[in-house]
């Protein structure tokens, strides 16, 4: 996607992301929902520069999402992902809502409602006076090696291995998703590089 010269896709996720996570809140109510991707990893000081915002919540959620901003719900598969889902534009940032995705790599899929342990380590950030609720690096590595995302896993990897991470959760996400065990080899493997 190419932008304006002198567009920041930084600044202007950072412009609508206060009121966009607002809305979401209004619709979810307690319903599970969560900031996912580059811009969840940049926020918990990952350099991941990206100039999507990226969600996931329920269907229930997606559709008051959906019909509180007047705009439907559609399907879509793509290479890594399935679900239904909203896609707009604010302030020229591309907005991405997924109702109950599931992730496909190439030998395994993660589907994120059956994974009680991402929802319970959710990391609030504080930004534009909400708190947004974020993946957390521990869920975005295990998917970054499930998708075969050697950038993202490098960039993680380095980031946990620096700045320490929460083995329990791993060791939970990995059960939780039902990986493979070579999948579970090589998430252990990043982390315990030297």
């Known amino acids: 996607?190419?932008?304006?010269?002198?567009?920041?896709?930084?600044?202007?996720?950072?412009?609508?992301?206060?009121?966009?996570v607002r809305v979401i809140e209004?619709?979810?109510?307690?319903?599970?929902?969560?900031?996912?991707?580059?811009?969840?990893?940049?926020?918990?000081?990952?350099?991941?520069?990206?100039?999507?915002?990226?969600?996931?919540?329920?269907?229930?959620?997606?559709?008051?999402?959906?019909?509180?901003?007047?705009l439907p719900a559609a399907w879509g598969r793509g290479a890594h992902l399935a679900s239904r889902r909203l896609h707009f534009m604010r302030h020229g940032c591309p907005v991405f809502?997924?109702?109950e995705p599931v992730f496909h790599g190439p030998y395994e899929s993660l589907s994120p409602r059956e994974i009680p342990s991402l929802w319970d380590a959710r990391v609030?950030?504080?930004?534009?006076?909400?708190?947004?609720?974020?993946?957390?690096?521990e869920w975005e590595l295990v998917l970054a090696v499930v998708l075969g995302s050697e950038a993202r896993v490098t960039l993680?990897?380095?980031?946990?291995?620096?700045?320490?991470?929460?083995s329990r959760l791993i060791v939970r996400l990995l059960r939780e998703g039902h990986v493979a065990p070579e999948t579970e080899d090589s998430v252990w493997a990043i982390l315990e590089r030297e």
């Not at 996607?1 to 966009?20: I, N, R, Y």
């Not at 993680?156 to 929460?166: A, I, S, V």
């Open 1 to 20: 996607m190419s932008f304006e010269p002198g567009h920041d896709p930084e600044a202007a996720q950072e412009s609508v992301l206060g009121p966009l």
């Open 26 to 70: 209004e619709a979810a109510d307690d319903a599970l929902w969560a900031l996912i991707g580059s811009a969840s990893v940049r926020l918990q000081g990952v350099d991941a520069p990206s100039p999507n915002l990226e969600f996931m919540t329920t269907e229930r959620v997606l559709e008051t999402l959906g019909e509180m901003l007047d």
């Open 97 to 99: 809502v997924f109702g």
């Open 124 to 137: 609030r950030v504080e930004r534009a006076g909400v708190g947004v609720l974020c993946t957390p690096l």
């Open 156 to 166: 993680l990897g380095q980031r946990m291995r620096d700045q320490g991470y929460d």
